[in-house]
């Protein structure tokens, strides 16, 4: 146990009265028993991880639990956004039933977003709602999707389509993972860390415009500044308002134009995160036609995720119409009026819902494609 | 609005904080703008009902909901348990894409249990979580499972194993729909009823023995009286303990006997009633033999299940083995220990884990087969 004692954890919390729950950060931690260990329901755990991330840590993750009198079962599901379905999720279930696990099991989800959506889910209606536990092993994971509790699966009409609030009992958030993780992904990961400064700190997007070289180096220290800081306003905002009523609204800057280039796209050509940096973009260009932005903003907008190596730019095969005919369907939109989140000020974002169609398609027309 | 004035409907609470909701009972109150309308989420509603159910009452619901300027469009299942799958879970969820519905639309559950428990769990998934409206039509559903929250589905591994807790904002008791139910169905119905009885309340179960022919005619008096008081009781059990925890559980006697004969058999050839009266008589012969009741209890028991037209053994072709390798999967049970609803005096049921298996064995060997 000498080896946990050197590790170097830090831990926030998500207030949400009896289902609160921490968020341990630190290199090293899927090793710590203590982190793991008290989050367990009972004495079934059933790991849920990839063909890509199982090869990396699946085996540290059964070390970590071994020993501890425990039914440990695994399932290993297809990489890529392409398999979050409904279909996926099925999988897990059988897997559940196949062990004869009952409801005070435990899901593990130990992968980027979509094994996290997938496994929350799973956990979220079976035996109507187990324990889970998310270890994200992807920067957007780890600074995004693994904290707030929201979990699902996409449909071939939309994305996130079939889901539900289920918050896990732990979030362990190993950054030494983050080693193997593909130089694309980091940056998609990036996007989310960005929009954190753009919605709501502008001396976090400040910093972040100073150390994004370090943080594409994996430098430790930086990447722990970062996805702890993410972290705490993700966590402020999901205590304020759990089930996305209003605030937390803000956390979609982006997503609506990002989510119709995903699903335009087809799902996983796209990486979520470079969606999300194209349609940051637009929501960027927006709030200067509303006049709220200068072109200094604008430009500061594109040279940070230009740095992040993110495309600010829509796809090439993409129309005004496609764009529109997809964002009308996007969850976030209450009946026929269009909600966008927009920014008052570079750190301080609004959801608004009196954009003027005509300025829309004007953006939508003129926006530059790549 | 002068046939509204003329309803008798009296409306009980359960009190789940801000997730409370009414339960309004009457006759024709199916017919009462007044008793629906306020529960709507937004303007668009999606009515979930079956092939059976739609031909009486899905002209009378369309026409209570006309002129408030709603989007509402159907989805109309086929009939029986057999039909509480994922798949037609999904069917519901495409209609809802299909019509573009956001998530402030509402589900209403129009028809028995089968279909308030989809369209609850298909509402608690769409878009992580919209609001529904129950609207049971047979007296299984108006006293049971249409009150609670618990939504869900089959699996081929067993009864209700992929669901969700999600409350209805309202549940609508039109008790004339009882007049188009089976007589088989009404005695299916009958059966929970009973059970609150043997549960919680011994003079209810004595008005029972006194009512049951009155039942079976469908009295008014009597049948809004079954009603109440079972909607009251299951209320009370709710508020308390939502989620199952611990008190929740009492409302499982004969359950865990009772999914083994539904899953043996295939759901569908015994009603989950039936099943359910059968295995309360084994829940009462098994408390028999633990020393709590008389024979002469056992004999009442008998007795109001027979007089309810339900049956008091169990199926012919099911061994031991049968039930005990269902039970063990049962949601009621906690990591490998047998959990049993269990009757300590009629009037009074308890959770029981230390049920020994050599007790259990013989009970399943020695009762009765049908």
Chains 1, 2 share one sequence.
């Not at 409904?86 to 435990?106: K, Q």
């Not at 089930?243 to 982006?254: D, I, K, M, P, Y």
Request: aromatic content about 6%; glycine content about 8%; charged content about 20%.
């Amino acid at each position: 146990m000498s080896s946990v004692s050197l590790l170097s954890v830090e831990s926030l919390s998500v207030s949400l009265g009896e289902r609160s729950y921490p968020i341990h950060v630190g290199a090293g931690v899927l090793a710590s028993r203590e982190h793991l260990l008290p989050y367990l329901a009972g004495r079934q755990v059933m790991i849920v991880t990839n063909e890509a991330i199982a090869p990396h840590y699946l085996a540290a993750l059964k070390q970590t639990l071994a020993g501890a009198d425990l039914e440990i079962r695994e399932v290993i599901l297809p990489d890529g956004e392409a398999t979050k379905t409904l279909a996926s999720v099925e999988r897990i279930w059988d897997a559940l039933l196949a062990a004869g696990f009952n409801r005070h099991c435990t899901l593990i989800a130990l992968g980027g977003g979509v094994i996290g959506d997938m496994a929350g889910y799973a956990a979220a209606s079976y035996q109507r709602g187990v324990a889970f536990i998310q270890i994200p092993t992807t920067l957007l994971a780890q600074v995004d999707s693994s904290v707030g509790g929201k979990t699902g699966v996409n449909h071939p009409r939309g994305k996130n389509m079939i889901g539900a609030f289920w918050q896990p009992r732990a979030v362990i958030v190993d950054i030494d993972t983050l080693r193997t993780l593909p130089a694309r992904e980091l940056s998609a990961g990036l996007a989310e860390v960005i929009k954190y400064g753009l919605i709501w700190d502008i001396s976090f997007l400040e910093w972040l415009e100073e150390n994004l070289a370090a943080l594409r180096a994996l430098d430790e220290s930086a990447i722990r500044h970062a996805i702890r800081r993410s972290c705490e306003i993700k966590a402020e905002v999901v205590a304020e308002d759990e089930t996305e009523q209003g605030v937390r609204a803000l956390l979609n800057l982006g997503h609506t134009f990002g989510h119709a280039i995903e699903a335009h796209q087809g799902y996983g050509n796209w990486l979520h995160g470079e969606a999300v940096g194209a349609g940051m973009m637009m929501a960027t260009r927006l709030s200067f036609d509303r006049g709220w932005l200068s072109e200094a903003d604008v430009e500061r907008v594109a040279a940070i995720l230009i740095a992040a190596d993110l495309p600010v730019t829509a796809p090439a095969n993409m129309q005004a119409e496609d764009f529109l005919s997809r964002m009308r369907l996007d969850k976030k939109n209450l009946d026929s009026r269009l909600r966008l989140i927009l920014l008052e000020a570079l750190g301080r974002a609004c959801i608004r819902d009196d954009t003027e169609a005509e300025q829309l398609h004007r953006l939508l027309e003129r926006f530059p494609r790549g």
